[in-house]
């Protein structure tokens, strides 16, 4: 048997992706194995969140996806009497350099993930299935069947299990999965639509039905989704039942044509009772499955990745406590419930047969829209929420304030915001940030390079001056993923030193 692997990573969907991307920067040894001989080409998530791209611009991946997305979309709210025009864009979020939802396909985002990794070295091992899992001491041995059909086994520190709704992982470490599945049928085809207005996502909410129409760039100009009507017979989902429900809820205005992929699914909502058990780890669609209402599930998941990956990291090289691992689930795990409720209430209420809800739905909802749209501090606050910035984890162990914290600014677990621009990819990882706010001369260097002293690559010093998201003299520090270990007001580094002791002791 060879020497044993730090992490196994088990699925190369867009969550395996991310974190092997991170795991890469690091050095640390892993492998990435998936089942499937290929990437997926089907769309599926055709959205990424403004945090997603944050996260990821640090790996140097974003720019890739922001020139292959679409960045300027709108939605189209076709109401019984008018049409609503909702921007997706540019409404007055300032602390982020990517203040959009960016349409891309899946299938898209996982080729920029792959071909980024490709260009490090890394080889996602394809056809490679994992099959069974053991603990033994103080590794997992692991038994993998590649392409050809040869078994091998595998020692690893760490197994993450990045596979999906079907998690292998999940099973063999005993992690409960409890939730329910949605009654109704989803119908759901990427294809062609004359007579529809491109550059905008379209929403038909009827007392006959509910369409929608995204924008994709490829395989086909548009995604639909709708619902399969209770009285359409189940079976093959076919473009002359497709066009049927669309002259039900739209009229005869749109004709469909030349679909490249048409299928039928049910949701579900469910999620894994432990993101960890003892050296396994869930991460994404293996952790939780919901509703597509809100592009929230690859978005969650990538997520995931980046705040387990630097964690896994540190542990392996013995830079961090064990106990750091136990912030995972501590931080991710609020996040996954979150998500699934969230899902769950606008699903329930765009879906739902019950006679009042539908009356609010076509009646009160569109007189209510227009009005609520107008409100721009509204807006905002929901562009936060679904575009997953206003996650923070200023209930983890992990984050901490000084014995005094900033008046005002960023507090311990929160992101660090974009603001001043270009901010975050100052500070980018690889690696801890230590953040000097106020005039230079408050931090003399040989203060700071004692508190450093002994953690030489593990932090960078960054001198911000009066360019800084606090307006007060303070100091922080931005942990590998973007959010804020620790804050404090003030130049006193004490409650710094005690924080660095526990969380990156020497
Ligand atoms: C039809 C459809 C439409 C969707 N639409 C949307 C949408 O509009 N918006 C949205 O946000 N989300 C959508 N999703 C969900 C989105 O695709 C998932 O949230 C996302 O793919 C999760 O990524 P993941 O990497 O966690 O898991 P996956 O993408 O499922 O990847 C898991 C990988 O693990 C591999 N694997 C599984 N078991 C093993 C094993 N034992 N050994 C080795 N490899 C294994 C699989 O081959 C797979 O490649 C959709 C999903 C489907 C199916």
Redesign the pocket.
């Known amino acids: 048997m060879t020497a044993p692997l730090d992490v196994l990573v088990?699925?190369?969907?867009?969550?395996?992706?991310a974190l092997a991307a991170q795991l890469r920067s690091y050095g640390t040894g892993f492998r990435i194995?998936?089942?499937?001989l290929d990437?997926?080409r089907?769309?599926?998530?055709?959205?990424i969140q403004p945090r997603t791209l944050e996260m990821l611009a640090g790996y140097g991946v974003t720019d890739e996806l922001v020139a292959r997305g679409n960045p300027a979309v709108q939605l189209r709210m076709h109401l019984s009497r008018r049409v609503v025009r909702v921007p997706l864009f540019d409404i007055g979020c300032r602390d982020t350099a990517y203040p959009f939802l960016l349409f891309l396909s899946?299938a898209e985002t996982e080729r920029v993930l792959a071909e980024h990794l490709a260009g490090r070295g890394v080889t996602v091992e394809r056809g490679?299935?994992?099959?069974g899992l053991e603990r033994q001491g103080e590794h997992v041995i692991c038994r993998l069947r590649g392409s050809g059909g040869t078994e091998e086994t595998v020692r690893a520190r760490y197994v993450v299990g990045?596979?999906?709704?079907?998690?292998?992982?999940r099973v063999q470490a005993g992690i409960d999965f409890a939730g329910h599945a949605y009654p109704q049928t989803f119908l759901?085809a990427d294809l062609e639509v004359d007579g529809l207005e491109t550059g905008a996502a379209h929403s038909y909410v009827t007392a006959a039905g509910l369409v929608f129409f995204?924008p994709l760039v490829s395989p086909a100009t548009w995604?639909m989704?709708t619902m399969r009507p209770p009285d359409a017979p189940a079976g093959q989902v076919t473009q002359a039942l497709l066009q049927e429900i669309v002259d039900r809820c739209v009229g005869d205005r749109l004709v469909l044509r030349d679909p490249v992929w048409m299928?039928d699914?049910r949701l579900h909502k469910r999620g894994a009772a432990r993101y960890r058990a003892g050296p396994f780890f869930l991460?994404?669609?293996?952790a939780h499955?919901h509703s597509?209402a809100g592009?929230?599930?690859?978005?969650?998941?990538i997520q995931d990745a980046l705040n387990l990956g630097w964690k896994l990291v540190y542990v392996c090289q013995g830079t961090a406590p064990e106990n750091l691992l136990e912030t995972y689930e501590a931080e991710r795990a609020p996040v996954g419930r979150g998500v699934l409720r969230l899902t769950d209430r606008a699903f329930t209420v765009a879906m739902s047969t019950n006679p009042a809800i539908r009356a609010a739905r076509t009646h009160i909802a569109p007189r209510l829209a227009p009005l609520l749209l107008r409100a721009r501090s509204l807006r905002g606050w929901g562009f936060r929420t679904v575009g997953e910035l206003a996650i923070h984890y200023r209930r983890s162990p992990v984050s901490s304030a000084g014995s005094r914290a900033p008046w005002r600014g960023p507090r311990a677990g929160d992101r660090l915001p974009d603001l001043p621009r270009g901010l975050q990819a100052r500070t980018a990882g690889p690696g801890y940030g230590l953040l000097l706010a106020g005039p230079p001369s408050l931090w003399p260097g040989e203060r700071v390079a004692a508190l450093l002293d002994g953690r030489d690559g593990l932090v960078t010093v960054h001198r911000l001056g009066g360019d800084s998201p606090w307006p007060d003299i303070a100091h922080g520090l931005v942990r590998p993923d973007g959010y804020l270990g620790y804050v404090a007001r003030g130049t006193d580094l004490t409650g710094l030193r005690t924080y660095l002791d526990r969380w990156l002791p020497v």
């Open positions: 088990v699925g190369a969907g867009p969550t395996g992706l194995v998936d089942r499937s990437r997926v089907e769309s599926r998530a055709l959205a899946q490679t299935e994992v099959l990045c596979d999906g709704a079907h998690s292998t992982v759901l995204f995604r989704l299928t699914f991460a994404g669609d293996a499955i597509p592009a929230q599930g690859m978005n969650t998941g």
